[in-house]
């Protein structure tokens, strides 16, 4: 069964832009979560989707959106990119089961790298 | 969410057996312990999960004590290809509405040496 996929893998941004990264999640999954990664803060939770409807958001500026689509893909959205924002952004999925008491386990894709100019 | 305590880094020999303690003392009841890898630029890895006493794979063994206030990942005979920076996570479904939101710390960096 093939992995987390995640496009583009690298980008270049300059500040004031926006950008728009995919993720496809493992087949089946329904549950898609994005996080960011700095060396400074770390692994950083973002948002989780589920159904296409957003169930979780970490604490990050509005700036920061994403959708679910109805195949599972998803996308997240950066508007108004600041140097902060370069970071690599990873995506998980999770069949995002509901019973049964053991939490999902969550499958990473290889991430985006994102440097802003 | 529980929040964790690792070691910044261990080292350690080909070959060798890693045991990488985790302290998380407020865990609670219906908390889960996970542990993943991580390789430079790549996305986490899962490793193992479990929720008491022993848990093996073909990979690690997660040691759990009784009052769950630390977990133990253990990798038998490790290789130079195992550096990487490990991470223990605790916590549970949010009860929100199913949804799972990982908070991971600041991990383990493991360096195997020839």
């Known amino acids: 069964k093939a992995g987390v996929t995640q496009t583009p893998r690298y980008l270049i941004k300059t500040r004031g832009q926006q950008v728009t990264l995919s993720c496809s999640p493992i087949s089946g999954h329904r549950s898609v979560s994005w996080y960011q990664q700095t060396p400074g803060q770390g692994l950083q939770f973002l948002f989780e989707y589920f159904s296409e409807t957003q169930r979780n958001k970490g604490n990050f500026p509005g700036r920061f959106s994403g959708r679910q689509f109805s195949n599972s893909r998803s996308e997240m959205n950066v508007s108004t990119l600041e140097l902060g924002d370069s970071a690599l952004y990873l995506c998980?999925?999770?069949?995002?089961?509901?019973?049964?008491?053991?939490?999902?386990?969550?499958?990473f894709g290889p991430g985006t790298r994102l440097t802003v100019l | 969410l529980a929040k964790t305590t690792q070691p910044i880094s261990m080292d350690s020999y080909e070959g060798q057996e890693v045991n990488i303690t985790c302290s998380h003392n407020?865990?609670?009841?219906?908390?889960?312990i996970t542990w993943y890898q991580q390789f430079p630029s790549q996305g986490p890895r899962f490793i193992i999960q479990?929720?008491?006493t022993k848990v093996t794979n073909e990979v690690a063994s997660l040691f759990i004590p009784a009052d769950r206030k630390s977990s133990t990942l253990s990798l038998p005979r490790v290789s130079l290809s195992d550096t990487a920076v490990y991470y223990c996570l605790v916590g549970d479904i949010i009860s929100s509405g199913s949804a799972r939101q990982l908070t991971f710390g600041s991990g383990t960096q493991l360096t195997v040496l020839p």
């Open positions: 407020n865990i609670a009841t219906n908390d889960y």
């Open positions: 998980a999925s999770s069949l995002a089961r509901t019973s049964g008491g053991v939490p999902d386990t969550q499958y």
């Open positions: 479990g929720y008491k």
